[in-house]
């Protein structure tokens, strides 16, 4: 696909993260790594997701409207398929599945729905926010601990979310789900030997993956601008 011309975006990446090429990823299951109890911390609200795109299908910011119709109702098909306890909440006019723009605010005020591209004006220019709200959508478990965005700025995002220490089991439990759902949806995801899993930003090669986590430090907190003052000599936020 043309715009998975990955020699343009090689240095786009390089550039970035600060490598000339992608470092090998390990595949195999986190298990009980990565328990935040191991350093005393108490179970943490953490969220962690994946941006995977289909192969058959343009990256958003080339797709049509038919390409997006036909790419969401092939996602709820599949979700089907599988047996996964939930509702899927489209934001596709006419649906049967549609909903309000009540329900819709009130599902990105609870972090679940992302907000709307058409606001976005770097989402518009790269086509990303085309044909707006059209094939956009999410599918949410009853215990809202798994999420599944469709159509946004790559074809899926999907997320687990839990309050809990073991982030390794977090992370196995998310990445059993993608692999259940790129079997049934048929088709693989977009993935290259070098770069890995390739997403509309290309910053977001590789794993296309973000984990999140909230942990309390009353201590520093206690102190806000010299909290600031230290997450800007890291680099964060």
Known sequence: HRLLDLPSRCRVVELKHGVAQAKAFDPSPAR??????DFGVPPVSARIRVGRNLEGYPLPALMTEADRLALE??????????????????????????????????????????????????LQAAGVAGDWPSGRGCWISPDRETVIWVNEEDHLRIMVLRHTSRLGVLLDD??????????????????????????????????AMRASLHIPLPHLMATPDRLKAAAGDLGLD
Not at 200 to 205: A, D, G, H, L, Y
């Open 32 to 37: 009980e790594r990565f328990d935040v109890a």
């Open 174 to 207: 998310l990445m059993s789900r993608v692999a259940a759902l790129e079997g049934a949806l048929g088709r693989s995801f977009y993935h290259d030997d070098q770069f890995g899993y390739l997403t509309s930003c290309p910053t977001n090669f590789g794993t």
């Open 73 to 122: 109702e092939g996602v709820v098909s599949a979700i089907s398929s599988l047996g996964w306890d939930g509702t899927y909440q489209s934001l596709t006019q006419a649906r049967p599945d549609t909903i309000s723009r009540d329900e819709q605010t009130k599902l990105i005020d609870e972090h679940l729905l992302f907000k709307p591209l058409d606001f976005d004006p770097y």
